[in-house]
């Protein structure tokens, strides 16, 4: 088992190096495919996005927040796991043609053919996978994963490149899938974890059940821009709006995933050590926040040149939507680490409500807005996410101990450290401007950001300046080791 600061900076290293991967891997995808196709994709991978949420049917938290994991329950979670991911790869595939059909597109049936086929060895690692997690073992998910990021990247871009466009990526998916069931079933084999048994079926789908209609009601509300913006603005609309969240996603997936996927186990192993969840936390908002809040702003201020300089002229539509979403992922990254404090406690129930609301809102919010444009879409997607966040705060206060004070003093402590920041990348954008020139704003900014940034955190005594102080003293002790060798 890995200490929780092991566990993060094993998980950030995983998406680090994803993020590199992926981050190459889209800069030339984005030169090979037009809006148009992005756009169909994105719609694609939407549907499937959903069918993935139903997919786990919350077995991977269960696993991991289950406080007395027995055998008999594991192989239960992995045969549920393989009736709901088998039963969806049976409908996606017979919903191909109506949803073909109800966007005027065939393209569609065939990549929806395609990537029914991931779900089929999805169970095979998925369950393996929570069990690293629940172990906070996460050198095995770090190996994995980068090995199935790889084999999707160098897939996608060789079928994309030989012209099979979206249809290529959809290959590449499954072949990732593939080889991330073998990678996991191999790392540790252990045959028994897959032997059908349907023991303590209710105990299991007790949880399960709001575990997943929660994260089913949560990928609808983010999946909803695609289907509405393709219906009513057309694909090529959501093509650009795609590529400003794919941008977002970046970031959120290099920064806030690497942190989510600590936390609920995390919180469970406090939980079950009778200690603190509101302590912990705080103490994990405080550092996020203190790394998210000063990246959204500086990104939001870069959009422009950052989509110039990545993806090129034809997507720079996409731009004033990035910058207000940039926005709208500073207001999610309020209440992110409340959910899975509130899941890890056991409110499930109470969780699905939030996120039944929040969603609600942002659906209703979307529509409205796709009426008059897409920077209109993209304010009421970040209106959505207020909500999410004053419910979020709610839950926190009311079902683990989250006091008012508490939440205030991280918020408090997140703008003192971001408004300094705030002042040095706006000055040295504007500075950067008059050189009209995408990668000087780039550099210029991005150098002050991060300056400006290092320099509050230790004039200010934020938590990170130590945690930087400790990994600095790791790396050095690790060089002059290297060096001495």
């Known amino acids: 088992m890995n200490s929780p600061r092991s566990a993060v900076l094993l998980s950030l290293l995983t998406r680090y190096a994803t993020f590199i991967i992926q981050f190459v891997a889209t800069i030339i995808l984005a030169r090979l495919l037009t809006p148009e196709e992005l756009g169909i994709f994105s719609v694609g991978m939407a549907i499937v996005a959903i069918a993935h949420t139903v997919r786990d049917f919350g077995i991977s938290n269960y696993i991991i927040q ?22 969806i790869a049976a409908l996606l595939a ?30 095979f690692s998925s369950v393996r996978m929570a069990l690293f997690r629940r172990a906070m073992a996460f050198g095995p998910i770090f190996r994995i994963n980068i090995l199935s990021a790889l084999i999707y990247a160098a897939s996608a871009i060789l079928l994309v490149y030989f012209g099979l466009s979206v249809t290529g990526l959809a290959l590449a998916s499954v072949l990732s899938a593939v080889a991330t069931a073998i990678m996991a079933m191999l790392y540790r084999y252990e045959i028994l974890i897959y032997r059908p048994c349907l023991s303590d079926l209710g105990r299991i789908l007790s949880f399960t059940t709001a575990s997943s209609a929660t994260s089913v009601v949560n990928q609808i509300g983010e999946s909803s821009p695609d289907f509405i913006i393709s219906k009513l603005l057309g694909f090529s609309a959501n093509g650009l709006f795609s590529r400003a969240v794919g941008l977002i996603r970046i970031v959120e997936t290099s920064i806030m995933d690497a942190v989510r996927s600590v936390a609920l186990p995390y919180f469970a192993t406090a939980i079950r050590g009778k200690g603190s969840v509101a302590e912990a936390w705080s103490k994990v908002s405080t550092l996020t926040l203190g790394v998210t809040w000063p990246a959204m702003l500086t990104l939001a201020l870069l959009a422009s040149p950052l989509i110039e300089v990545l993806y090129g002229a034809k997507w720079l539509a996409a731009s004033a939507v990035a910058q207000i979403l940039f926005i709208g992922a500073a207001c999610r990254n309020l209440s992110s680490m409340l959910a899975p404090a509130v899941l890890a406690d056991g409110h499930v129930g109470k969780l699905f409500r939030a996120q039944t609301l929040m969603q ?49 003093a991280v918020v408090v402590r997140a703008i003192l450290i971001v408004t300094p920041i705030a002042v040095a990348a706006t000055t040295a954008h504007h500075f950067a401007q008059s050189l009209n020139s995408a990668p000087l704003d780039l550099l210029l900014t991005s150098s002050a950001a991060t300056a400006s940034w290092l320099a509050t955190l230790f004039l200010f005594r934020h938590p990170l300046a130590s945690e930087i102080q400790r990994a600095t003293h790791r790396l050095t002790q690790t060089a002059m080791q290297i060096v001495k060798t």
């Open 360 to 408: 609600s809102a942002k659906i209703g919010l979307v529509i409205l807005g796709a009426l008059h444009g897409l920077e209109a879409v993209a304010l009421g997607y970040i209106l959505g996410e207020v909500v999410g966040t004053l419910a979020h705060a709610y839950l926190g206060h009311k079902y683990i101990g989250v006091t008012w004070a508490q939440q205030r």
């Open 94 to 123: 017979t919903l191909a043609a109506p949803a073909a059909d109800f966007y005027d597109d065939q393209r569609l049936r065939m990549l929806l053919l395609i990537l029914a086929g991931t779900f089929l060895p999805l169970p």
């Open 66 to 87: 289950e406080r007395e994991l027995t055998a008999a329950r594991t192989q239960t979670a992995f045969s549920v796991a393989v009736l709901v991911a088998w039963g």
